[in-house]
């Protein structure tokens, strides 16, 4: 029934509800209570009316039935052997059999009926209960008017405190809707100056919002770094595509002469240099599109299944790969004890292959680049250190933007998403990956890993 309604309504309704239901409790345990209070008289006063009749005679106890019937209105029978030997002045008729016990009677009239057997005689009183319920009659028509009354008050208590408790919450409302109608960032203001939830929610959305915005630039500056990085290669095969037109004989039916010269060189090792140069354009964009996905996975996919891994023979191997792939340095490997951690093999390897392929790009001929598989306090890691030129101090806090590349690194070919790759898929493992350069004089790159057990 309150599906579709506002927030605002429905708390309204709930509130009176509530209340209404509280009124009623309220109500039926005043009028419970009011009647036991009465029927306990009721039972009281006709256990006095037995106790002033017994143990009297019967002429005496005649009087004092007639006396008292004066003032109080109870219908009294004395019985003996079943027949009635005395009654009271306003008991015209047979009392009506039935019940060996106190109770409570309802026909012909409502009246306690208090039980009594004394003296080889049963004493039976009615006490009237008429008047008793005309009063509790009269208490619920009260009470009733009470509650639909303070049910009208609390709608519109509820109505004010509603709306008193939901501004915030429009205030907030309206301040996103002024963000999305303008495209615009901007924290949400606290709704009161108490420092309430609605404050507490406030400071949420607004640092989520801080946080969607920095997300909402790095992705068009990734947007404009990638197309810029991949205008340069797309360039480089065009115009060497223009290049290899020229490789084509005007008349397809005449081959090509021999010795055909362009710009003063042979045309065809001109066509063999632009096809090459089309290779490396794609290979430079393939890795640039694969670097881009690897990033954007490790941000956005489930984290990978972790499991005991041992890193030494992960270092071997990677180390052997780099001396191969670099003869001109001195590719050394530490890594003669296993060296437990918890992480997944395929993300480790990738993490720590862009780490090592920065080293050897940067590192000169000659210099040295030294992997090492350690443990130290139980704490797995491993460090990969270089002998390059290392990276300035103002340019370490951004050596983890994606596509930022230094003084140094703009004279080398890359994408600038080697360290942020290593970073992600480091934390997607639970782990943390920290840099230390001098400069001059080398880099240091640690991976830390989450221990095993």
């Not at 012909?108 to 006490?127: F, S």
């Not at 946080?211 to 360039?235: K, N």
Request: charge should be neutral.
């Amino acid at each position: 029934m309150l599906q579709g309604m506002s927030l605002r309504h429905r708390l309204t309704i709930q509130a009176i509800l509530a209340q209404l239901v509280l009124l009623a409790f309220i109500a039926t345990i005043t009028l419970g209570a009011v009647a036991l209070h009465l029927f306990d008289s009721a039972k009281s006063e006709a256990g006095t009316v037995f106790r002033s009749l017994y143990p009297a005679r019967p002429d005496t106890a005649r009087q004092l039935l007639n006396a008292y019937t004066r003032h109080v209105d109870p219908h009294v029978w004395i019985l003996h052997d079943g027949r009635v030997v005395a009654t009271s002045a306003n008991a015209r008729h047979d009392p009506v059999r039935g019940g060996r016990y106190t109770h409570l009677r309802w026909a012909p009239q409502p009246v306690w009926r208090l039980v009594e057997h004394a003296g080889g005689k049963t004493y039976l009183i009615d006490w009237p209960l008429a008047p008793d319920l005309d009063l509790l009659r009269d208490l619920a028509l009260v009470l009733s008017a009470v509650t639909a009354v303070s049910a009208v008050v609390a709608a519109f208590l509820a109505r004010w405190a509603t709306h008193r408790t939901l501004h915030p919450v429009s205030r907030m409302t309206r301040s996103v809707q002024a963000m999305l109608a303008t495209n615009r960032f901007a924290p949400i203001p606290a709704p009161s100056p108490e420092n309430d939830e609605f404050t507490q929610l406030a400071g949420i959305l607004s640092r989520l919002i801080t946080t969607l915005e920095q997300r909402w630039r790095q992705d068009r500056q990734v947007l404009a770094e990638a197309a810029h990085q991949l205008r340069t290669p797309l360039e480089v095969i065009r115009g060497n595509l223009e290049l290899l037109n020229l490789c084509q004989p005007e008349e397809p039916a005449a081959p090509a002469q021999a010795g055909t010269t362009f710009a003063g060189r042979n045309l065809g090792e001109v066509c063999r240099e632009s096809l090459g140069a089309i290779d490396r354009a794609a290979q430079d964009m393939t890795v640039l599109v694969t670097d881009l996905l690897t990033l954007e996975r490790a941000r956005l996919d489930s984290p990978p299944s972790l499991a005991a891994l041992d890193l030494a023979p992960l270092v071997r191997e990677v180390g052997e790969d780099a001396a191969a792939l670099a003869p001109q340095l001195a590719v050394e490997t530490v890594a003669p004890h296993p060296v437990w951690a918890l992480g997944d093999a395929l993300s480790t390897r990738r993490a720590l292959w862009a780490v090592v392929e920065n080293a050897l790009r940067y590192t000169p001929s000659g210099g040295t680049v030294r992997l090492r598989a350690e443990a130290p306090d139980g704490q797995p890691r491993v460090v990969v250190e270089d002998t390059g030129p290392g990276i300035p101090s103002d340019e370490l806090p951004h050596v983890f933007e994606r596509f930022y590349r230094g003084s140094r690194a703009r004279q080398t070919a890359g994408s600038g998403l080697g360290l942020p790759i290593a970073r992600a898929l480091m934390q997607t493992q639970g782990g943390r990956i920290e840099l230390e350069s001098r400069h001059p004089g080398g880099t240091r790159v640690t991976l830390h890993f989450v221990p095993r057990g």
